[in-house]
């Protein structure tokens, strides 16, 4: 046996207190004693309430020392003044687990921040897991802990079920759940974390993960509040085969006040998270109903082992929007063979054959189509998942019996297959179908789309997420401020970057020496901590011929100090003048949720015009690396669009890989990192940075701005 | 009184005939007596039956000629090879409307092909309209007219209600009824196409529009017969202030075979009906849920005056949901006044006061605050529509009858406003939220998108449709085969695009003559029937300065010459050098659907590698050539990207509109036509084609070939 889950006193314990238990049910605290008692918990329960004997006819305590035994739970309904009383009290006699109702903290203001900020204390130094305050509290229908207030519970105990849910807002919660049970989904556990003083929504999906009866888990977020403790949450969730689906609200809200560089003005925070829940391997929902369908598609017993769908339909029309659902959502409608499609032909004279499969309205007349049609599917051909649109014949007089039991027995024929319908059932003709293992969607675009959120989730969990490349310590720390261009390439160097050799010259004479062993022709830009921007003071020179660099040092350094008579010049860059390739834009943030994030954009219009980034958390590696390049849509210009050879993407895999192991590395000591541009040469030429910036926490208002 | 509607004897007739009417009410022809009888159809009803002397009851004839009276409408449910002789019967009879339920036609091959087309024959010869065959029929509730074999009629009548629905494929169109019903809406006339021997989706959303107690239109289209047809029929809706909602399906399989030219390759018919739709106004629905949510939000009996909209909610979280939606689907979020804010908050001291209005669960104590809040909402701050978060309050025991009158009494209060809930009610409290005009959806973000299509339908019917260009006639006819360059250009010219002067020179000194005309720097382009590719054939010079313009004639020819020594050569196309502005491409093809569709796309990677083009159907005008031009991705580029100066956008939106007119007025006459590129120059300075390439339907393959 492995440890119990650091959670398992808040979520599953032995004893539960409570607080200002009401002898009135309707009441906040009354109720939940009521859910606790409706839903058949078996722990001990003890009301603390000074007034009474007997609450709900249990015995009161006056408080929580005069309770006999152990009490592993406290649940806090008390008003915020008497709340850190109440935690105080919890600490003396051991309590492991609360969960704090009360309002009136963080969310009214510095006052209530400072209120907050104690009880947090008191929970570390405790060690007491604290769920709220000002949340709506939590179930474990698994053993009927029900220290909650949600409405959800108010006409009884729900029953248990595979689903676990975790979400930051208690009402919203509890629409979800409202939402879920009408779909037919049992909410196992389910917890709302509020202010999230001590636990968080991480903290719920790491329980979760470790639960025996959860088969999958969704989340309703608002702001993550540490990236670090969630990624390991939902890596847990992972590793033990259960799904995480979340939906993340507040994407229009963008947070600009906080973006400083220019990597962080395109980043937006919901583009950050998007790409972080990718990475991550979360199957992101978009609206609740996404939420809630996916989760239904999730929680059948069963995942589709992979993307090859087989469609059957007594509709054309189903047939081809079915077919247009798969397409869209990347499901493959693999063609029957030959002869399998001779065979449903000679059931059905006018049947379409290929897949979808329309087998008509013939089934009506003989339903033996079906048993064979899902032999031949399930069977000879072998479909990992079926999907089968029957509309209202699910109720139908006629054949709501015959279709049932078609279908019931192909699922337990193949128990290892997905198999979902798109038909109109009664609540009860639903519950059989769904006790059979199949699920049920009225809408066929929905059942395709869900089909695919499970096939996306049964994917990971497939495939061991990728390995973190391991983060050097011990890097020497930056230097401070403005990192200009030549000492940025040095560094970036340093970590694996690929720079062109290029040489610092501070006279003609040592500029024309570099020449001699750089190449034929140059390129020349000033060193300046005073000029960021070189091409408008006239410091830069393309395409000089080595033998005149002597001469064009001398002419650049003159029209600079012409245009800026008092910047410091430094000297003068010599680097062999490249061409070919494709130039990408490099960046790094960092992120308040995840850290160090890394963005990558196509250079010119893609980046300015049609805002083409993706980003990643840090540290990755070379295949992460491949995705994300693969995400931007004009990835096409690296593969030789319009005569060009190919790039060298490997390269430039392997550039992104090496800067986000650095940016690891030194996380917390820089603000913003730019390689723009990283001209990746065509293939096998490799990439070099041709200019780069690095700022530190030191840098000046302004040094953001990065030389054209 | 105007005329009563063509399809009335279809849709509406005052007698009817049903052959083969069965004496048993579950056999498909008898299944539609039963329907007739229990919807309590009031016109006269006559079965044909040679074997019985009744049928269900009611006097049978032996055939149509024995019926006494008139017949308007005939139902045809015989066997297909004794189709033509009922069909035949009919015309005897002077019958106007028909119904065929017979399959065996153009869905099973050519023998049924034939066979269809001598029906379509006989119903154009004589007038009758004919519905099918292989369809499921229609059904008008407003007069209890049946003749369908649905199952959607199989437990009674559906009650008549302000929803039309016209649908080629009848068994998806009985599942849209059934999820229709499910939702509370009540479809009052539906139609099923079938093969469209005759009367088509069109025809159906004709009769709707004039149909005084349709409200909205739905469709579920497959493929449109008659782009023109369809867009006279929408046109109609729109005038007589109703929505046209319409899925189409099948995007997924791009008629990649009939894609001949570069446009059509890139337009994939999907996304000219998508163009299409929009351009007529057409609400495009995506999935089944869509249109039934977009067609509900559409039927409470009033639609939003603008984009404006208040958002009322009891949980933060449900509000940032709905912002998020707002967001994303155009709505605003004006916030509220500065002294309506105060307002608020005197009300409930930490509501969220802006906008959303997050009165929290205040509201549970003082019900109060809900009036204030909608009066303050729809009355002081003027909101045209309103969506309320309320989750189960509708449902719960405290609060489900505060809610309903805080919220009915406020939609009774401003009955022009849009009023619309996100909450979980009992069918029975969903009721009484719609009959007092408020729609109930369960999620929130889908209220918010649905609120959103009623506005942009309500926009739509608030502005006439775009007056479409005069198209000119008796334009000269095209020459044949492939019109090169040179001659192109001059047709478009006449057309009224714009082109820059140029002369086609036949010698040196020619060349040298015409120099001096057009400019100091000139280019040169070989001209040659035989030489699509000019520039790898090295028949292009850019940028000669005027003055050597005879030698480098020599040096053209004689390079062209040695690389293509067969080629006829006609001569030497001398214009001035342009340089400055965006490089668009202009394409047309003739859609199978729609006629002649004009593409537009930026030059260079945005066709290439984005594929970011957009479609219209010719002839339009330039307020639709502007909308055109506003949908690309890249469209920031014309306003001036990246340091250039913004483009004449207003030449660009001309030569799309003059283009249109004269692809629609040349209709038939080409098979594709290629501006590419078109240079659209800075602000003030127009634009003009630099190249061009017209197509007739003689052009030799290959010929579609655009020299790079």
């Known amino acids: ?374 032999d031949l599917l399930l069977g000879k051909e072998n479909f990992p998942a079926m999907v089968g649109f029957f509309t209202t014949w699910a109720s139908s007089p006629q054949m709501a019996e015959p279709l049932f039991k078609a279908v019931a027995s192909a699922a337990a024929r193949y128990p290892d297959r997905y198999f979902a319908l798109s038909a109109i059932a009664s609540p009860e003709m639903q519950r059989r179908y769904e006790e059979a293992g199949v699920g049920l969607f009225e809408d066929p675009w929905r059942a395709v789309q869900s089909i695919a959120a499970a096939t996306r989730c049964a994917e990971r969990l497939a495939t061991p997420p990728l390995p973190n490349p391991p983060v050097p310590e011990n890097l020497p720390p930056l230097p401070r401020g403005r990192i200009a261009e030549h000492e940025a390439k040095r560094i970036l160097a340093g970590a694996g970057i690929p720079v062109l050799d290029e040489v610092l010259a501070t006279n003609a004479g040592e500029a024309q020496d570099a020449a001699a062993k750089l190449g034929e022709r140059l390129v020349l830009k000033i060193v300046s901590p005073d000029i960021p921007h070189k091409t408008e003071m006239g410091g830069v020179m393309l395409n000089v011929p080595a033998t005149e660099v002597s001469a064009a040092y001398g002419r650049l350094v003159a029209r600079v100090k012409e245009r800026a008579p008092r910047a410091k010049i430094d000297g003068v860059l010599i680097s062999p003048m490249v061409s070919g390739g494709v130039e990408m834009i490099l960046g790094v943030q960092n992120d308040a949720v995840f850290g160090p994030v890394v963005m990558l954009g196509l250079g010119g219009i893609f980046v300015e015009v049609l805002r083409d980034v993706t980003f990643r958390i840090a540290p990755f590696g070379l295949e992460e690396a491949h995705r994300m390049i693969g995400e931007l849509r004009g990835a096409a210009m690296l593969q030789g669009a319009r005569g060009q050879p190919p790039c060298d993407v490997e390269a430039l895999a392997e550039a992104l890989s090496k800067l986000s192991i650095f940016v690891a590395a030194q996380r917390g000591q820089f603000t913003s990192i730019d390689v723009n541009p990283l001209l990746v040469r065509p293939n096998g030429q490799g990439a070099a940075a041709l200019d780069a910036l690095i700022l530190t926490p030191e840098a000046a208002p302004g040094d953001d701005e990065v030389a054209p």
């Open 1 to 374: 046996m492995t440890a119990p889950h650091p959670l398992t006193p808040l979520l599953a314990p032995s004893s539960v207190a409570i607080f200002g238990a009401s002898n009135d049910p309707t009441r906040i605290s009354g109720r939940s004693l009521r859910y606790f008692r409706e839903a058949g918990y078996q722990g001990a329960l003890y009301p603390i309430n000074p007034t009474r004997d007997t609450v709900q006819g249990l015995r009161a305590y006056p408080d929580l020392a005069a309770v006999p035994g152990r009490v592993d739970f406290g649940l806090i309904a008390v008003p915020a003044n008497l709340a850190v009383e109440a935690m105080e009290a919890c600490v003396q006699k051991g309590v492991r687990g609360v969960v704090m109702f009360t309002a009136g903290f963080a969310e009214i203001g510095a006052e209530g921040r400072a209120l907050q900020e104690k009880i947090t204390q008191i929970a570390r130094d405790s060690g007491i897991r604290l769920c709220g305050p000002n949340c709506l509290g939590l179930f474990n229908m698994r053993i009927g802990h029900t220290p909650t207030f949600s409405s959800f519970l108010e006409e009884g105990p729900t029953p248990s079920g595979p689903l676990g849910m975790v979400t930051q807002s208690g009402a919203f919660g509890t629409h979800l759940l409202a939402l879920s049970a009408r779909r037919g989904i049992q909410v196992g556990v389910w917890m709302s974390t509020g202010n999230e003083a001590d636990v968080a929504v991480a903290d719920g999906i790491s329980f979760l993960a470790d639960d025996p009866d959860t088969k999958a888990i969704a989340c309703y977020v608002e702001a993550i509040q540490d990236g670090k403790l969630f990624a390991e949450a939902v890596a847990r969730a992972r590793t033990n085969g259960k799904p995480v689906i979340l939906m993340k609200v507040g994407g229009s809200t963008i947070g600009a006040a906080a973006a400083a560089s220019h990597t962080a003005s395109l980043a937006g925070s919901d583009a950050v998270y998007d790409a972080a829940l990718r990475q991550l391997g979360v199957e992101r929902a978009k609206t609740p109903e996404d939420l809630v369908e996916i989760a239904y598609a999730c929680t059948r017993g069963r995942l589709p082992s992979s993307r090859r769908l087989a469609v059957v339909t007594m509709s054309g029309g189903a047939g081809v929007l079915m077919a247009d659902a798969a397409e869209e959502e990347g499901l493959e409608l693999t063609p029957l063979a030959e002869d399998s499609q001779k065979e449903v032909l000679s059931w059905v004279p006018f049947a379409a054959p290929r897949n979808p499969v329309d087998v008509t309205a013939q089934a009506l007349n003989d339903p033996t189509i079906l048993d064979k049609g899902f």
